[in-house]
T-cell receptor
Framework: AQSVAQPEDQVNVAEGNPLTVKCTYSVSGNPYLFWYVQYPNRGLQFLLKYITGDNLVKGSYGFEAEFNKSQTSFHLKKPSALVSDSALYFCAVRDILGSNYQLIWGAGTKLIIKP | SQTIHQWPATLVQPVGSPLSLECTVEGTSNPNLYWYRQAAGRGLQLLFYSVGIGQISSEVPQNLSASRPQDRQFILSSKKLLLSDSGFYLC????????????FGNGTRLTVT
C-alpha cells in the first residue's frame, strides 16, 4: 500500500543551524515527491518536487530536498534556519504507476526555529 | 497566472445549520478541484475531488456534499452541521498531470457551536 511517513512530530532547531525534516515513502512504482509548507491559519504552499533526474532538488525559500531511492526517503533540508521557517511541513507522494492520481500525505512535522 | 480564492476565511455556525463554502480558480481551465479537511492543525483528509463539471468523487462518507456547477467553481455544502464538522477546510486545484503539485487556497476555519 502507498504511504508516507514523517517520523518526527516536531523538530526544534536553533536559528542559523542546518535543519532536516524527514520523510520516507512506500509506493509500488517510482514516486513523484512533493514538499509543502503551511503557516498558521493559511493554506499549504508548494516548496519543491522530485520527478526525475538529479537527486538533490532546490526549491523556494532556500529549501532543498534529497531523494534517496535505496532508503526510500526524501528529506527536506536547509543549510541555515531562520525563525521565519517555523511552520508545519508536509511531504506527499504520487505513484507514477498507480491508477490513483491522488497525493498521499504525511502527517506533518512542526518545525520550530528558536532565536 | 493562476489564483485560487476561498471564502469565507472564518465561519461560526450552530449545530444543525446549513453550510456553503465556495472556491473559485482563475487563470486555468478544466482544473482538477479538491476539498480537504484538516483537523487539529495536522493531517489532511481528502473529502471530495472533481475532474470536471458535475463530476464529484467522494473519498469519505459523511455529512458533507460537494458540487461543481461551473468549470472553476467548487462548493462544499451541508444541510445540517454537526459538531464534528468543525475544522480547517482547504480547497485546492491541480492540472491532472502526475508531476504537477496541487495549489491551495487560504482555507476556511469552521467552528460549529
Amino acid at each position: 500500500a502507498q504511504s508516507v511517513a514523517q517520523p518526527e512530530d516536531q523538530v526544534n532547531v536553533a536559528e542559523g543551524n542546518p535543519l532536516t525534516v524527514k520523510c520516507t515513502y512506500s509506493v509500488s512504482g517510482n514516486p513523484y515527491l512533493f514538499w509543502y509548507v503551511q503557516y498558521p491559519n493559511r493554506g499549504l504552499q508548494f516548496l519543491l518536487k522530485y520527478i526525475t533526474g538529479d537527486n538533490l532538488v532546490k526549491g523556494s525559500y532556500g529549501f532543498e530536498a534529497e531523494f534517496n531511492k535505496s532508503q526510500t526517503s526524501f528529506h527536506l533540508k536547509k543549510p541555515s534556519a531562520l525563525v521565519s521557517d517555523s511552520a508545519l511541513y508536509f511531504c506527499a507522494v504520487r505513484d507514477i504507476l498507480g491508477s490513483n492520481y491522488q497525493l498521499i500525505w504525511g502527517a506533518g512535522t512542526k518545525l520550530i526555529i528558536k532565536p | 497566472s493562476q489564483t485560487i480564492h476561498q471564502w469565507p476565511a472564518t465561519l461560526v455556525q450552530p449545530v444543525g445549520s446549513p453550510l456553503s463554502l465556495e472556491c473559485t480558480v482563475e487563470g486555468t481551465s478544466n482544473p482538477n478541484l479538491y476539498w480537504y479537511r484538516q483537523a487539529a492543525g495536522r493531517g489532511l483528509q481528502l473529502l471530495f475531488y472533481s475532474v470536471g463539471i458535475g463530476q464529484i468523487s467522494s473519498e469519505v462518507p459523511q455529512n458533507l456534499s460537494a458540487s461543481r456547477p461551473q468549470d472553476r467553481q467548487f462548493i462544499l455544502s451541508s444541510k445540517k452541521l454537526l459538531l464534528s464538522d468543525s475544522g480547517f477546510y482547504l480547497c485546492a486545484w491541480g492540472t491532472g498531470n502526475y508531476n504537477s503539485p496541487l495549489h491551495f487556497g487560504n482555507g476556511t476555519r469552521l467552528t460549529v457551536t
